[in-house]
């Protein structure tokens, strides 16, 4: 059984950087991907960034472009969010995820998805709180 387990979450203010981690054991799959998804009250659960391996090929959401880092440290088995000048809006409570990537017709390659349902494993959950 894949278990993920998010650590990082914190209160900061706004301009701020936090750096989440998410240790994966047991998920050994030759590819895949790797994602961070946040949920705020009232909203559904957003894809914030996605890390399809081997090709190391990332994805951000438009909020988070040129701010946050999504990597992959292979030898610790480690999932990491670098997140800098955040925002008040970047507060929620931030997942990680394992899925199988899927073939983008429309882009004609192979990706990661931004839906939550072709995401299979998930943590628990980190709190992030940005204030202003």
């Known amino acids: 059984q894949v278990r993920l387990l998010e650590s990082g979450g914190d209160s900061v203010q706004a301009g701020g950087s936090l750096r989440l981690s998410c240790a994966a054991s047991?998920?050994?799959?030759?590819?895949?991907?790797l994602g961070w998804f946040r949920q705020t009250p009232g909203k559904e659960r957003e894809v914030v960034a996605t890390f399809y391996y081997p090709p190391g090929i990332t994805s951000y959401h438009d909020s988070v472009k040129g701010r946050f880092t999504i990597s992959r440290d292979d030898a610790e088995a480690t999932l990491y969010l670098q997140m800098n000048s955040l925002k008040v809006d970047d507060s929620g409570v931030y997942y990680c995820?394992?899925?199988?990537?899927?073939?983008?017709?429309?882009?004609?390659?192979?990706?990661?998805?931004?839906?939550?349902?072709?995401?299979?494993?998930w943590g628990q959950g980190t709190q992030v709180t940005v204030s202003s």
């Open positions: 047991t998920y050994s799959s030759s590819n895949g991907c």
């Open positions: 995820a394992a899925g199988p990537p899927h073939y983008d017709r429309q882009m004609g390659r192979v990706r990661c998805s931004e839906a939550q349902a072709d995401f299979h494993y």
